[in-house]
């Protein structure tokens, strides 16, 4: 089972770009599909992005469709979040998430996902 740990998390102004690494520990990362999700103060976790284990395929939530990308280097045992024209609802903690191949469910839900990070916070100033 892999271990994640997020970076990049960090202040930045409206319509100003990120790019969130999660770094995974062991062999098998490259057989996980990764997501990336976000939960800001008094709501849920919500679903961000999320990318198949071979990169072939990306999932995005529509209120990141278009400003947001994932990507992943296997090579590296990372996923990435790149996201541009931040905007201040953008603002949140957001987690990385590994889904094996024995999980099943849609890409879209929490509950496929097997292991989590711990977090980075990201703020959009207006």
């Known amino acids: 089972q892999v271990q994640l740990v997020e970076s990049g998390g960090g202040l930045v102004q409206a319509g100003g770009s990120l790019r969130l690494s999660c770094a995974a520990s062991?062999?098998?990362?490259?057989?996980?599909?990764m997501g990336w999700f976000r939960q800001a103060p008094g709501k849920e976790r919500e679903f961000v992005a999320a990318i198949n284990w071979s990169g072939s395929s990306t999932y995005y939530a529509d209120s990141v469709k278009g400003r947001f990308t994932i990507s992943r280097d296997n090579a590296k045992n990372t996923a990435y979040l790149r996201m541009n024209s931040l905007k201040p609802e953008d603002t949140a903690v957001y987690y990385c998430a590994a889904s094996s191949p024995r999980s099943g469910g849609s890409y879209y839900k929490s509950s496929t996902y097997d292991v989590w990070g711990q977090g980075t916070q990201v703020t959009v100033s207006s």
């Open positions: 062991g062999r098998t990362f490259s057989v996980y599909a």
